[in-house]
C-alpha cells in the first residue's frame, strides 16, 4: 500500500470508529426514526377506538356495508347503528360512545348530517366515519368508478416546454434535489470540519514535522482530502440508506412517497456540481487548518466560509417564486453560494445547460485554486507553531 | 559549489583509475551543508552556513537558543528550502524514498494523542516503508528495551513525558535508518535513561549509521560526538574535531594538584588557585611544558597530577558565543 493510502486509510478510521462522529452519524437518521415513531404514536392516540353511533333516517344504511378497513398505526373506531336517538345519547352519556351522527331523511339532498358529542372527536373517528358513509353512497356504482371518485383528482401542472411538471402525488420530486443539495451539504461542511481539525490537530500535537519526513506534504494533504471524501460520502450513504428505507416504509402510509422518481439527469447535475463543491470546500478547510495555530480558531473562520454556503436557502422563497431571477443565476456562479443555489432551483425550474455549464467550470476551476492554496498554506504553515500565517503570506513570492 | 566540484574530482579520477573513485565514494560525506541561508521576513535565521557530516560518526550540532539549530536541520531535511546554498544528503538532494532511510526526532516531540500506543508506532513506522507486521515485530523488542511494554495499549496522552520521548525515540529508529537526526535527545530523560539513550546512539554508531546530534548538553557532546559545528546568529563560529577545538582553545597553561606550596619556577608568568588543591600555571610562549614538569619534579614537588589546561566545551561555547555577540554588538 502506497504512503498516500496508508494517510488515506489511517485518517478515514481515525475519524470514522471515533464515538463523536458515531454519534453524529446516527443522531440523524435516529430523529428521523424518533420523529416517525412520534407521528406513529400520535395517529394512535388519535384513533381512539371507543366506537361511534349513528341513526339512519334516510335509509341509505339499511343494508350498510362496512367500513374500509384501516392501515397500521391507525386504530379502527367501530361504528354501530342506533334505531333511536335516546338509546345512543345515554351511551354517549356513559361514555360508550365518543359520538353519534344523525342522518336525516334528506342527507341525499342535503348532503348534511349532524354530529353529537360530549367532547370533540378527533379527527381520524370522523374521517373513518366519512369513508364509511362514502363507501355506502358508492355502493351501487361499479367497482372502478366508485375507486375513481374515492381517489379524488389528480392534476398535474407542466411547464410551457414540457419538460417538468408536478402534481398533488409527485410533490415530493420537486423535494427531492433540495433534499439531495442539503444532505450534500451537510454533509460535506461536516466532514471538512473533521479535515480542517485533523491539521491542526497534527500542528497542535507536534506530529506535522514527523510526518512530512516521512512522506511528501502533497501525499500528506492529497491523502487527508481523500479521507475527507469518503468521510463525507460514508456519511452520505449512511443517511441515503436510512432515506431509502424511510420511503420504502411512508410509502405505505403516505402515498404520495409512493410517484418519487429518481431521475438521472438530476443525480447528474447534482453530482456535477457537488464533487468540485466538495473539493473546494475541503481545499479551504485544509487551508485555514494549516494557517490557525489552535482549533477553536479555524471553527470560528469556518463558520466564516459556513454562511454564504448556507446563505441561498434564506432567499427560497424568492427562489421558489423566480428560480430564473437574476439573483438566482449570480448565486449559481458564485463558488460558495452555487452548491445550494443550483440545488434549489432544480426543484423548481429547469436550469438553462449554459447556465449550469458556467456554474461547473467555475466550481472545477474554485476546487483546483483551494488545493493549490490549501498546498501552498500547508506548506508555508505547517509548523508554525503557536502562530497564525496570514494571509498575505500565501500569496507572497515567499518560496516553499 | 562544493558539491559540483567533488563531482568533478570524481569524473576526472574514473577516467584515470578506476580504484580512486570508491575511495572518494567512500569518503563522501553522508551529510553536506554548502553555504545555506534561510530567512524569514527580515529575520537571517540560517546565514551561509557549512559542514559535513561523515559516515559512521556522531556530529554535534550546537549553538545557543535561536542560533538556527532548527532551522538548518529543516533546511537539511528539504522541509524549508533554502534561499541560497546547497544540500546534499545521502549522496545527493533529498528525495522521497530517501525518507526512509532517515530518522528524525524533532525538538517538537509528537505523537498522535488519541490512540494507543502500539497503534501510533505501527502507523509511524508504515510511513517509513515497513510492512505493519514487520513493525509489530520490532516494537515488541524496542518496547522491552525501553521498559515500555506494559503500556502499548494505552493512549499516547495516557503516557508520561520521559515515555513518550523514549516512544518517539522507537519511531526514529524502527525502520534501521542509515541517518539519523536528533534535536536534544536527552530532554525530559532520568539519569537512567540518558544513559540507555547515549548507549543506543553508540550501538548505532557502532554499526555505522550517522548521528546528526543537536543538543545544549555540553557534557553529552563530549562524551558521545567526535566532531562537532557550533552556530550562532545563524552563522557557523566553530566547526571541527572536538579534540583539536579543544587544543585551539586550552592557550598555554598546565593544571598541578599538589599539596605543596608551589615555588617560583622558570618559564611561569603567572600561578592561579584553581581548585582547593590544584594550581593553574599560565607558561611563557617559549616554555615547553615538559620541561615545568621536570622543574617541579626536580624541586622536590609532590605531582599528584599534571594537565594540559583544556577547556570544557561549556566554556569554549561561553566565550565563543560572547565573543560573537559582542563583535556584533560592535558591528551593530
Sequence with gaps: MSKFWKIASHEYSRHVFRRRFLLALFSVPLIMVFMVVLIFLIIRMDSNPTPIGYIDHSGLLVKAIPQPAVKWPERTVPILPYTDE???KADLQAGKLQAYYIIPADYLQSGQAQEIYLKEPKGIATQQFDAFLSANLLANQPAEVAQRILDGNNLIVQSADKSREASKDRFINILLPILAGILFIVGMSTSSGYLMQAVVEEKENRTMEIMVTSVSPGQLMSGKVIADIAIGVTQLLVWALFIVLALIIGKNFIPSLGGLKFSGE???IIAAVMVPAFIMISGLMAAIGATVSEGSEGQQIMGLFTIPIWLPYIFIALFIQNPNS???IVMSFFPLTAPMTVALRLGFTTIPTWQLLISVIILVLSAIGSVWLAGRAFRLGMLRYGQRLHWKEIFSHQRV | MHHSSTWFTMKSYTYSCLIIPERIMFHMPTVEISHISKSFGALKAVDDVSFDVEKG????LLGPNGAGKTTAIRVLLDIFKPEHG?????????????????GYMPEERGMYQDIPLDSCLVYLGSLKGLAPAEVQRRISGYLQRFDLASSRHKKVKELSKGMQQKAQLITTLIHEPELVIIDEPFSGLDPINTQMVKDLLREQRDKGVTILMSTHQMHQVEELC?????????????????DEIRRQFSGHAVIVRTPDKLPALPGVEHVEQHNSSAYRLNLAQSTNTQDVLRN???????????EIAAPTLDEIFIRVVQKDDQELGETA
Excluded: N, W
Design chain 2, 226 to 242: 567526535d566532531r562537532i559545528v557550533l552556530i550562532d546568529h545563524g552563522r557557523t563560529v566553530l566547526y571541527g574535531r572536538l
Design chain 1, 266 to 268: 438530476m443525480i447528474a
Design chain 1, 326 to 328: 437574476p439573483l438566482a
Design chain 1, 86 to 88: 335516546t338509546k345512543a
Design chain 2, 296 to 306: 617541579l619534579v626536580d624541586r622536590g614537588i609532590q605531582v599528584d597530577q599534571f
Design chain 2, 86 to 102: 546547497s544540500v546534499s544528503i545521502l549522496g545527493g538532494p533529498m528525495t522521497e524514498s530517501k525518507k526512509d532511510r532517515i
Design chain 2, 57 to 60: 560518526e556522531i556530529f554535534g
